[in-house]
C-alpha cells in the first residue's frame, strides 16, 4: 500500500529545495493579430497605456480594457507577431529617455537614436502620460517669446508659456515660420523640441538640414516619426517630446516645442480607433479626439515662481483643406489654445510671405508679454491695414480719390510690402522698432512703392553701420522717447536721400 504521508513529506522537501526566482509575470496570448492590432487572453490586471512586451522582442501599447480581452497596439513586428505569440504585462506605461544628452539628436517616440550618432546614454526617463500643471501651480505669461519675424512680434505677439496654433493650407509656409522661431532662439536660452508627425522623410531632411546650417541643432532635439512609421509610433511622438519638454520645463529652464503636425495625428488615432473598433463619430474620428489633444496642449504652461518658473511654448501646426478652419479639428484645437496665426493660400500666391492673415490671427495672450516699445509702436498697425484693406477694395471700382485717401493706400501698400520678410532672414528687436517707426512715419511717404523692401533692407545696413549709436539708445523694454524717435526718423531721411536720390522729391501721386 502506498504511504500518503511520506509521500506528501518528500513532496513537501522538493518543493523547499526550489529557490524562488521572484520571476512571475502576468501572462497571456494573443487571439487576433493583424493591421498591426492585436487581442489578447488571460492578461488580468493590466493599465490602460500600459507597456506590453511581446515574443520576439516587440513591445504593443494596451489601449482597450475589455471584460474577456486586451486590445493593442503594435510598435513594431507587425508581419512578425503571430497567433498564440505569449504576451507579458510589463507594469509600467510608455516612457521617455530625457536629459540634455537628447539635445542635438534625433530621436524615435521611444528616445531610440535615428541619426547614426551611437546610443544616447542617459538613465533618466520621464512617462510620455503626464497630468498637467495645477491652475494654482501656474504663474502669468509675463516674457515674450521672439520669433524674428516682424509681423508676428508685432501684431501676433507669443509669450513664454502659451500654445499658439499655426494654421493654414498645405504649402503656406506653417513649418517655415516655426522653423524661422526656432532658428531665432540662438541667444534666448530657451530649449527648443521639434515633433515630426508623419511628415515625409525628405520634408524633415531638410528642416533638420536648415537647423544644422543655423546653429540651431546644439539646444534643439528632433522626435521623428515619418509617413512611413506605424501609426501607434506617430500618436505617440506628441507625448514624447512634451515629457521631454516637461523635463526642462521642471528644472526651471524655457523650452519651445513644436507639434509639426496635429491633423496627421488625429488621423494616426482615427486608424488606430476605427481598428479597435472603437464608435465612429464625426468625420470617422472616436468621441475622444478632443481629449486627444487637450491633455497634450495643457500640458504647455508658465509655472509659477514657486514651481521653478519654467515654462512650455506650443506652437501646434494644423493643416486646413481649402481654407476651412470651420472643419472638426481645426476648430478643436483653436478652442484648446491661446490664439492662432492664419496663413491664406491667397497670400501665399500673391508673393505676402509669410502668408499672415491678420484679420482672422490673434494672441490672446502673448500681448502683455510683448516688449513695451513694440507694443507702443504697433498698437495702430492692425487698424492702418484694415482701413487699407478696405479702401483698396473700393479702389477697384477707378473711382477719383482725395489725396488723404491715396496717402493711406500708399502707405498701406508700402507697410504690407515691409511686412513680407524672407526665410531664414530674422530681425532684432531694435530692428523692428526701427522699421516700424519709420514705415508709419512721413518718411515713406517719398520712397516709390516698388522701391520700399529695398530700401528698408538698405535702412537697417545703414543704421547697423552708421548709426550704431541709436540703435544703443533704444531699449525694447521702456517707452521711445519723443527726441529718439526724431532722432530715429532722422537717420532714416538721411538714408532716403542717399539712397534715392532725386526720387524722393516725387509727389505721392507719381509713386
Known amino acids: ?22 520571476d512571475s509575470h ?29 515574443k520576439g522582442g516587440y513591445r504593443a501599447l494596451a489601449l482597450n480594457l475589455e471584460e474577456d480581452s486586451v486590445g493593442a497596439v503594435l510598435f513594431s513586428g507587425e508581419d512578425k507577431v503571430r497567433f498564440g505569440d505569449y504576451v507579458y504585462a510589463t507594469g509600467s506605461t510608455a516612457e521617455m529617455k530625457v536629459g ?4 542635438g539628436r534625433i530621436v524615435n517616440p521611444l528616445g531610440e537614436p535615428l541619426d547614426g550618432l551611437g546610443e544616447i546614454h542617459s538613465e533618466k526617463t520621464r512617462p510620455v502620460e503626464f497630468p498637467a500643471p495645477a491652475i494654482m501651480d501656474r504663474g502669468k505669461v509675463n516674457k ?6 516682424l509681423a508676428i512680434d508685432s501684431m501676433i505677439p507669443i509669450g513664454r508659456g502659451q500654445r499658439e496654433l ?37 520634408s524633415l531632411s531638410k528642416t533638420v538640414n536648415v537647423l544644422r546650417d543655423g546653429g540651431a541643432m546644439k539646444y534643439t532635439c528632433i522626435i521623428c516619426s515619418t509617413a512611413d512609421d506605424s501609426a501607434p509610433m506617430q500618436y505617440l511622438a506628441p507625448y514624447s517630446g512634451c515629457a521631454l519638454a516637461e523635463y526642462f520645463m521642471y528644472q526651471g529652464k524655457d523650452v519651445l516645442i513644436v507639434y509639426d503636425d496635429l491633423s496627421k495625428h488625429a488621423v494616426a488615432y482615427r486608424a488606430m480607433s476605427l481598428l479597435l473598433k472603437r464608435p465612429a463619430g464625426r468625420e470617422a474620428y472616436p ?77 490672446r495672450v502673448g500681448g502683455s508679454a510683448q516688449r513695451k516699445a513694440v507694443r507702443r509702436i504697433s498698437g495702430q498697425l492692425r487698424i492702418n491695414l484694415a482701413q487699407y484693406r478696405e479702401l483698396a477694395i473700393f479702389m ?33 528687436v531694435k530692428e523692428m522698432i526701427v522699421l516700424l517707426l519709420t514705415v508709419q512715419s512721413h518718411v515713406v511717404d517719398s520712397v516709390p512703392e516698388k522701391k520700399i523692401g529695398e530700401y528698408t533692407e538698405g535702412l537697417l545696413d545703414y543704421f547697423r553701420i552708421n548709426r550704431a549709436d541709436l540703435m544703443e539708445k533704444i531699449d525694447p523694454d521702456a517707452e521711445v522717447t519723443e527726441e529718439l524717435s526724431k532722432d530715429i526718423l532722422a537717420a532714416a531721411e538721411e538714408y532716403l536721400n542717399y539712397s534715392i536720390g532725386d526720387n524722393s522729391q516725387r509727389s505721392i501721386n507719381d509713386v
Do not use: W
Open 1 to 22: 500500500m502506498l504511504d500518503l504521508t511520506k509521500i506528501g513529506k518528500n513532496l513537501k522537501e522538493k518543493i523547499a529545495e526550489v529557490s524562488e526566482t521572484g
Open 26 to 54: 502576468n501572462t497571456g496570448r494573443i487571439i487576433y493579430s493583424g493591421d498591426g492590432i492585436v487581442r489578447i487572453s488571460g492578461l488580468s490586471g493590466v493599465k490602460y497605456n500600459e507597456l506590453l512586451n511581446v
Open 100 to 103: 540634455e544628452e537628447l539635445l
Open 144 to 149: 515674450p517669446l521672439q520669433t524674428g519675424i
Open 166 to 202: 499655426i494654421i493654414g493650407d498645405r504649402q503656406t509656409g506653417k513649418t517655415a515660420i516655426a522653423v524661422d522661431t526656432i532658428l531665432n532662439q540662438k541667444e534666448e536660452n530657451v530649449i527648443c523640441i521639434y515633433v515630426s508627425i508623419g511628415q515625409k522623410a525628405s
Open 287 to 363: 468621441g475622444d479626439v478632443f481629449y486627444l489633444h487637450s491633455r497634450l496642449l495643457e500640458r504647455a504652461a508658465k509655472l509659477s515662481a514657486e514651481k521653478g518658473g519654467g515654462s512650455i511654448t506650443a506652437l501646434p501646426i494644423v493643416e486646413t483643406l481649402a481654407g476651412d478652419i470651420s472643419a472638426y479639428i481645426p476648430t478643436n484645437v483653436i478652442s484648446i489654445t491661446d490664439g492662432q496665426i492664419y496663413l491664406e493660400s491667397e497670400l501665399f500666391n500673391s508673393g505676402v510671405r509669410p502668408a499672415v492673415n491678420v484679420g482672422l490671427s490673434v494672441s
Open 396 to 428: 477697384q471700382f477707378g473711382s477719383d480719390l482725395d489725396a488723404e485717401t491715396q496717402k493711406i493706400l500708399s502707405r498701406g501698400a508700402k507697410l504690407t510690402n515691409v511686412l513680407k520678410q524672407r526665410r531664414y532672414l530674422n530681425y532684432s
